[in-house]
Nanobody, 123 residues
Framework: QVQLVESGGGLVQRGGSLSLLCAASGRNFGSYAMGWFRQAPGKEREFVAGISGDSHTYYGAPGEGRFAISRDYTENTMLLQMNSLTPEDTAVYYC?????????????????WGQGTQVTVSS
């Protein structure tokens, strides 16, 4: 059974940092593109960052310049390092994977999703 599990969310003050981890199980995601999305209350889910099966990265507006995405092929995990957080970054963050090597910011193109982890940034 394929499963994506996020961890690392929590409460942080403005200007702080958090690292989110996505652990994949059930199959080897080494050749798959993976991504992070987020959904704030009352808003649509949006693309934060993605990493291709061959480690090319792509950032959406929320992640550009402040976040860094990486993956560990041995551990079958993906990391999102978030810096300079603001209250506008408060959201549930989701890990996703698609069964192709290419990144896309379109959530409809992802085949697997985690349950999400809450990130709250206080002012």
């Amino acid at each position: 059974q394929v499963q994506l599990v996020e961890s690392g969310g929590g409460l942080v003050q403005r200007g702080g940092s958090l690292s989110l981890l996505c652990a994949a199980s059930g199959r080897n995601f080494g050749s798959y593109a993976m991504g992070w999305f987020r959904q704030a209350p009352g808003k649509e889910r949006e693309f934060v960052a993605g990493i291709s099966g061959d480690s090319h990265t792509y950032y959406g507006a929320p992640g550009e310049g402040r976040f860094a995405i990486s993956r560990d092929y041995t551990e079958n995990t993906m990391l999102l390092q978030m810096n300079s957080l603001t209250p506008e970054d408060t959201a549930v963050y989701y890990c996703a994977a698609r069964t192709t090597i290419l990144i896309t910011p379109l959530e409809s193109r992802y085949d697997y999703w985690g349950q999400g982890t809450q990130v709250t940034v206080s002012s």
